[in-house]
């Protein structure tokens, strides 16, 4: 993807409002460009040939709750992307980690933790 969409520079409150306004399918294609489709899949709980399908058919589009964790991914990742590479953001996204009970950012988010990812993100970021 030539654009970056990032809104880190603005704030949490700016940066929410752009990353709402963020076309769907773009920010599938984003994550699916950065964490890769099973890793992606893993976070949404989805098979990995369904990111495939939303990437080739735009009519087709996740339920309501997976869009919820797919926005929450992108919210996250977006949220890293200015202390650290894509392929850092990516390792710590699949790794275990102990704010999170020993699961990873995916797994969490699987499991309807977007908040308890995001304050793991927030401590990350802090640590610096």
């Known amino acids: 993807?030539?654009?970056?969409?990032?809104a880190s520079d603005q704030g949490p409150r700016s940066a929410?409002?752009?990353?709402?306004?963020?076309?769907?399918?773009?920010?599938?294609?984003?994550l699916n460009e950065h964490?890769?489709?099973?890793?992606?899949?893993?976070?949404?709980?989805?098979?990995?040939?369904?990111?495939g399908r939303w990437l080739t058919d735009r009519d087709r589009t996740p339920q309501f709750d997976t869009e919820l964790k797919v926005r929450a991914t992108y919210q996250v990742f977006q949220a890293l992307q200015p202390v650290d590479a894509p392929a850092t953001i990516r390792?710590?996204?699949?790794?275990?980690n102990p704010q999170l009970e020993d699961r990873s950012p995916a797994e969490a988010i699987r499991d309807g933790d977007a908040r308890a990812v995001m304050a793991a993100a927030r401590a990350f970021i802090n640590a610096g």
């Open 1 to 6: 993807m030539a654009t970056r969409m990032a």
């Open 16 to 30: 929410a409002a752009q990353e709402s306004a963020v076309e769907l399918h773009s920010v599938i294609e984003f």
């Open 35 to 51: 964490l890769g489709s099973r890793l992606l899949a893993l976070a949404l709980d989805v098979d990995h040939r369904t990111i």
């Open 91 to 96: 390792a710590w996204f699949m790794g275990m």
